[in-house]
């Protein structure tokens, strides 16, 4: 299979059949606390692909060639955190200086990703071991980190899209805001299972 | 508030999952047997009551600036000797945890009571928080769990309790059984706080 093919498998497991939300579990607090409108569940979706994929990058390299030649792969978690705090803060001043306009559009949700798990599970799945016992290495790491942010954000603004529409219906005061929102995720988590009988 | 108050508040009335909504991944992610429920509620516990009591003591010579980084490096020290301790005694629950022990990192239960709570009270008050608030969340976890193992295995921390004639609702086990079956859990729960 050639690079492309690979990337094409890589885009349908991260995006489809090993969603991050609704199969891995992973990244649901923003999942269900900011999809109640659709442009603010746009620019979160953005910044989760921007920080996950920075991420990817910096916590591979930071286990390559730090915590691997010295024996100390069981800081992973310790260093994996650091790092990923250390980078939003460094986007967020970057954004912030170079560009207002986008610093707006993101600013309110870049603190929030550092306590996003799927950024945390991204970095730690992509230095586990695969099934064959390989590792991915650099460039797929990458963009494994960025497809997944693809699939968060695409199921963020499907959420979204219905918890809009949601708002109007008349349904009971207990099921109102979070329980609907879980059942519907359930709903949707069930559509997505159509997926898993894929074999590529 | 006294000790006692401080301990019972976490389990029924601030419950992290069911009504302060924190901490959701681990939940749906671990609840599939009673077992798995009751091995991260355990770890996320003690990571809680160590970490509580830590950032308490340390609390008077924390810079405000850099907080949040003081404590999130607290936390990933605590949560690497869970990881590393039951990568050692418990391999098998260890397996099937998985990644959501290093995860525990980023529950937010964890950093919300360190920012909520051990910043601002004694030693004494914080591990009872931590103990409150730690059972609280497994008491979440394992109601959630058995809910899920009953109907979809029909077992009970792996003992049968359902009749050989019972057909097993595998959905349940599956990750759109964990979103419907918190969901319905959440709406009863508001029930029952309308009634009130």
């Known amino acids: 299979m050639g690079f492309l093919g690979q990337l094409f498998v890589m885009a349908i497991s991260a995006i489809l059949v090993q969603n991050f939300v609704l199969s891995r579990f992973l990244g649901l607090c923003p999942y269900l606390g900011v999809s109640k409108k659709l442009d603010s569940a746009f620019g979160m979706g953005m910044a989760v692909i921007f920080v996950m994929t920075l991420a990817s990058a910096f916590c591979y390299l930071i286990f390559q060639y730090l915590l691997v030649p010295y024996g100390l792969e069981y800081l992973q978690t310790l260093a994996f955190i650091l790092t990923i705090a250390a980078l939003v803060q460094f986007v967020e001043m970057v954004i912030q200086k170079n560009s207002p306009a986008l610093y707006k559009s993101l600013g309110v949700y870049l603190p929030l990703i550092t306590t996003n798990c799927a950024v945390l599970g991204v970095a730690i799945l992509n230095i586990t071991p695969l099934a064959d016992g390989s590792r991915y290495n650099f460039i797929w790491s990458v963009l494994n980190g960025f497809l997944s942010g693809v699939g968060f954000t695409f199921v963020l603004l499907a959420m979204a899209g219905i918890r809009e529409r949601l708002e109007l219906v008349d349904m009971p005061k207990s099921m109102r805001g979070m329980p609907s929102g879980l059942i519907l995720a359930g709903i949707m988590a069930l559509a997505f299972y159509g997926f898993m009988g894929m074999k590529i | 508030m006294s000790f006692i108050s401080e301990l019972t508040k976490g389990i029924i009335k601030e419950n992290p999952i069911f009504v302060i909504v924190l901490g959701m991944c681990p939940t749906l992610a671990t609840s599939t047997s009673v077992s798995n429920a009751l091995g991260m509620g355990m770890a996320a516990t003690f990571v809680l ?36 301790s039951m990568a050692a005694y418990l391999p098998a629950l260890h397996k099937s945890l998985g990644l959501f022990i290093p995860l525990i990192v980023v529950n937010c239960i964890i950093l919300g009571r360190a920012e909520a709570f051990a910043n601002k009270n004694n030693v004494i008050n914080s591990i009872a928080d931590g103990i409150g608030m730690g059972l609280g969340f497994t008491l979440a976890l394992t109601v959630v769990a058995t809910i899920r193992e009953v109907l979809g295995n029909g077992t009970w921390l792996n003992i049968k309790v359902m009749p050989s004639t019972y057909d097993p609702m595998l959905i349940t086990l599956l990750a759109p059984g964990a979103f ?17």
């Open chain 2, 180 to 196: 419907i079956t918190l969901g319905f859990l959440m709406a009863l729960m508001n029930m029952i706080k309308e009634k009130k």
């Open chain 2, 49 to 84: 009551v160590c970490s509580n009591i830590f950032i308490s003591l340390i609390k008077n010579v924390t810079p405000d600036k850099i907080r949040i980084p003081v404590y999130v490096v607290v936390i990933a020290a605590f949560v690497s000797i869970v990881d590393m």
